[in-house]
């Protein structure tokens, strides 16, 4: 299944993890939960996707450009 | 690299995301980080190894021991 893919990297793991917290808030806010990876220390993935449409959804994209907002 | 990898399922998003931040507590306090991968909204996978060992060692068997018992 496609994914929409958003890497971001932080200052160190707890920025990272605060990261991952903002964007499980506006997860829940929405009811739509992108996988979160935190990798390496200080770097998080993101992956979108709405698996009702098998793919990628106009409102996956919302929610990545919602979640870059938070970085 | 080998890596030390555990599953855990939870109830729901909320309670996977709560396990991930005790995760991290206990990552910071013993300075020791392992890959963190919230997926599939209720799931957590957590991947350990040592970067400067090449491998899964002591430290990396101890961490994944005490991620256990936060579950």
Redesign the interface.
């Known amino acids: 299944m496609d994914r929409l893919r958003r890497d971001y990297e932080f200052a160190d793991?707890?920025e990272a993890?605060a990261f991952?917290?903002r964007v499980?808030e506006l997860?829940?806010e929405r009811n739509h939960?992108p996988?979160?990876?935190?990798?390496?220390?200080r770097h998080v993935r993101l992956e979108f996707w709405t698996h009702t449409a098998g793919g990628v959804t106009d409102a996956d994209h919302a929610l990545a450009d919602a979640c870059d907002a938070l970085r």
């Open positions: 793991f707890a993890l991952a917290n499980g997860a829940e939960h996988d979160i990876l935190l990798h390496g220390y």
